[in-house]
């Protein structure tokens, strides 16, 4: 490919998109904590699993191998978008007067609209392949939806979405696109399900939630045959397949002559994160100092800051207690966070993978508010024409902190982040920006410690973090 | 770049990015018949048209050189998402069961979501050079407002965007968009202009028109200093503009290893069609058997078929009677589309340029019906993924027909199409399909007679047309 010195987007041919993807699992120079079944609070075996995901992809949840070839069939749908484009702004590092140079990989250009997909086809395709009828899943914002209903479109499975009602009611247009898909979409708190049906009963104006909705998808799975469960974020084989945005980034960076000082992206369950960061990240993470690899900066909204705010504790994944219980930074399973526009990014607890690494200072992780989130992601609209999603634009706000940074500092530094998805459906809440109706929130810490107290009672392992001899 | 035997995706670098739109005029074996002042009804002179663009734009309006070179500032800013990729539709070509190859060129990619900025940026950049503050233009659909938009923020101007009210009111989300990238969007008929007010004192309700629309902008043109207009199809300088559509796409069709044997773009007021066709066309345009040209094949919805129903003759660019009168396949200026869901493809007329090549079967014209375009653009969103605009759709349900067709003929034909937009604010529609409420619409000729009897009375020129020779 012709690259001239002043070019902005870095494109890959897709005969050199990557063929595996990384697994940073064999790189870590610790033990995760082990995930623990829900009732008994023992270790999970894989059989625990076997009635929520496929065997291929349970095994791929504790994989050793380095890496994990990706399927053809995989690839032959990767190649309708990617590899994506990675792209110099140019233009936005001018309005921003700033000598860092600012790169962004866009994950918009999937049809879906987020990098969601990467790990839905995937998924898809591997529950094809052992003989899965239908998925079901839950959805907050839309785009693991709406992802997860296009990937079960090519391969020919059903797809129940439980969305979360308040988006159901606020978002139609996600809604509707899921249903083109061809997926049944069912408003969480729904009367489909015992626990939607009892939380109906107590609140029947529920706006629902994730972890509500989390908990609805999983009980339609164990109750219907054929069916399995699949998740968009926080799962080690979620973000298995998400390091393809990180391994295309780290050729594209080479095409640009650069290596990234600081690696950007927001972080919700954690999936877009560790997607960009996790190849960058790995190999170097045997190492003591970790000197190589450049900074990895996770960024949640100032509503839901489990990895900044949250306990690192034994938590339920859902809220109803039916999830496995995980190792992670959490703010409490019954934890609700306030209306924020950035749905994607209302997760009560974080994947524990990321969690461990930013337990041991191998990750950072920043709050930002939304005003702000919002402000950066007009400037961007304006001068490089994509309009981001609200979820990207918290990482946007950081990138522009970090500029600022640079400049005090008289530092020029290479900032990579990840443009997660467009915003083409969350203009409602730019809407409520430009109109002033939207404020910034700091969340009262009592609202955390009174959800922290449900915290499930658990007698901690003592592999993992302890014996990493890492001080914290 | 690396090409496999079963490549999905013909990516250009930005390198090899056309930097000269291609000018068709020049290649045309005939004079086309000039635009008449709405007045006098005189042929217009260019200083006719000061008031409403800036010297070069008019120039351009009447260019006859071979090509005109893209200005740096502009290539600039179309490096953001062009060149746009080239896709080979094999999935859709698998779920259709044909042997026919379909190649589309998605202009979704663009930030406004659609091929628009194209002309919208240059005619910014040329704005800009020569002075102008604000560009005053309409909008049906939204997408050329948004593209108008977003090019203004670019380039420093200002933007006012008469929007039709069904769509303002339909479309918030449009609306949204624009509002993001700095315009002020006004509601179309309007208290803002003369004409608007009087449409309102007897229509207070009215759902407003696209000639309605280009009456209050021009008017808003001509009644404020220092602005200018701007219109997004139909006129020679636009259609220049989109050249770079096809232009690429010869490109990727030679590393495709393919010359298509037809070319299929949906038709409105004729850029997108213009774009992807023209340069297909042009060079053998001047010879008499045009042996060498694919077949080029402008699709329009069955409720606005100015190609295919419409007079060729003498008729206002919009409602007023403020517009050039052009000689063009033409509904009548005074003619309302009914409500269907293809905002993009309701203008009474057509592209005078365009309309001169179908008067001499140059090209073809087809019309179809939205359930037809809703189906094919269902079938392509399950198969590829990208949700077509119901624009775009019109000419994916063509491009069935012609599989169909290839079938019957046992033929093997290579077919492109121009993917002109995705349809992400448009779900609305794909909703109403979904649920049955939308139906097929034939246009009772007593509506078009009736808007064709208030033609406006031109002694035509000799020049033009009579003088070719062709027989029609």
Not at 386 to 405: D, F, G, M, N, W
Request: hydrophobic share 40%.
């Amino acid at each position: 490919m012709a690259i001239e010195k002043d070019s902005v987007k870095y494109l890959l041919d897709e005969a050199n998109m990557p063929t595996a993807w990384y697994n940073v699992l064999p790189d870590l120079p610790y033990e995760l904590d082990p995930p623990l079944h829900p009732v008994t609070m023992q270790p999970l075996r894989p059989e625990d699993l076997a009635g929520l995901f496929p065997p291929s992809i349970v095994e791929q949840e504790a994989l050793t191998s380095p890496s994990l070839d990706i399927p053809g069939a995989v690839l032959d749908v990767y190649r309708l978008w990617r590899p994506t484009p990675l792209l110099r702004a140019r233009r936005f590092e001018a309005a921003l007067g700033t000598k860092a140079r600012i790169y962004y990989k866009y994950e918009g250009v999937s049809p879906a609209g987020s990098h969601k997909p990467n790990t839905a086809v995937a998924q898809a395709y591997y529950n094809k392949l052992d003989g899965t009828e239908r998925l079901a899943t839950e959805t907050g914002a839309g785009q693991w939806g709406s992802a997860l209903s296009m990937a079960c479109a090519f391969f020919g499975l059903e797809c129940s979405v439980y969305m979360v009602r308040a988006s159901y009611d606020q978002k139609p247009y996600r809604r509707a696109l899921m249903q083109v898909f061809g997926a049944d979409v069912v408003a969480s708190p729904s009367d489909k399900t015992q626990f939607g049906r009892e939380i109906l009963k107590t609140h029947p104006d529920s706006p629902g939630s994730l972890g509500i909705a989390i908990s609805e998808a999983v009980e339609h799975t164990v109750t219907h045959a054929g069916t399995k469960y699949s998740l968009g974020s926080v799962l080690n084989h979620v973000l298995l397949h998400q390091t393809i945005i990180g391994l295309e980034a780290q050729q594209q960076m080479e095409m640009a002559g650069e290596q990234p000082d600081i690696v950007v992206g927001c972080c919700g369950g954690g999936s877009n994160f560790g997607g960009i960061a996790l190849p960058f990240l790995g190999p170097s993470l045997k190492t003591a100092a970790n000197a190589s690899a450049p900074r990895a900066i996770a960024v949640e909204p100032s509503a839901c800051p489990s990895l900044t705010r949250g306990a690192y504790a034994y938590d339920y994944g859902d809220s109803a207690g039916q999830a496995p219980v995980v190792k992670m930074y959490t703010l409490g399973h019954s934890f609700i966070p306030p209306a924020v526009h950035a749905g994607g990014l209302r997760y009560h607890g974080m994947s524990p993978l990321l969690s461990s690494l930013h337990r041991r200072g191998l990750i950072e992780a920043v709050a930002v508010q939304q005003l702000d989130a919002f402000e950066a992601a007009t400037l961007f609209a304006r001068t490089e024409g994509i309009l981001p999603a609200p979820e990207s634009a918290h990482a946007i706000a950081e990138v522009v902190r970090l500029a600022e940074e640079a400049r005090e500092t008289r530092t020029e530094p290479s900032i990579l982040f990840c443009l997660s998805g467009h915003g083409h459906f969350d203009l409602s809440a730019y809407e409520a920006y430009q109109a002033g109706r939207l404020a910034n929130y700091e969340l009262p810490q009592t609202d955390i410690d009174l959800a922290l107290d449900g915290l499930p009672k658990v007698a901690e392992p003592t592999t993992g973090y302890d014996s990493t001899g890492v001080t914290v």
